[in-house]
């Protein structure tokens, strides 16, 4: 059975989506020129420059493909301290979707995107 342990976004501006992810997720980033990951246990979440991608694997990226096509998920300890953090975080410019909210599935989410579009949710199981 495949088991997911690393996740990418590739974007056109590495920097901005970099630096918005080092602020959303609050982890240090590591990484090269190009590329960012943060250590989200279980697995590793990237950023990845699609000049730096494209010049690696020898092949282009789509334009549909470059942003605004995935969502991620981000278990949280608590969605209403998340929204009220990130809603302090007015340099960020965040787009929220959806304020924390109870859905029917048991957890609590807030959705938001980052500056290519991709929609994000951070969520809480509820108890």
């Not at 590739?10 to 970099?18: A, W």
């Not at 979440?45 to 981000?74: N, P």
């Not at 009220?84 to 859905?103: K, N």
Request: charged share 20%; proline share 6%.
């Amino acid at each position: 059975m495949p088991k997911l342990t690393y996740a990418c976004v590739l974007t056109r501006n590495i920097d901005r989506l970099g630096a918005f992810y080092h602020g959303v997720l609050g982890l240090e980033p590591g990484g090269r020129p190009g590329y960012v990951e943060f250590e989200t246990q279980p697995g590793i979440f990237s950023v990845w420059s699609v000049d730096d991608f494209e010049q690696i694997a020898g092949t282009t990226v789509a334009e549909s493909m470059a942003g605004s096509s995935i969502m991620l998920e981000f278990e949280v300890e608590d969605v209403d301290a998340e929204y009220a953090r990130l809603r302090s975080m007015a340099h960020l410019a965040i787009q929220f979707v959806m304020p924390p909210t109870d859905l029917p599935w048991g957890n609590r989410s807030i959705y938001f995107r980052d500056p290519d579009g991709n929609l994000i949710d951070f969520y809480s199981r509820m108890r």
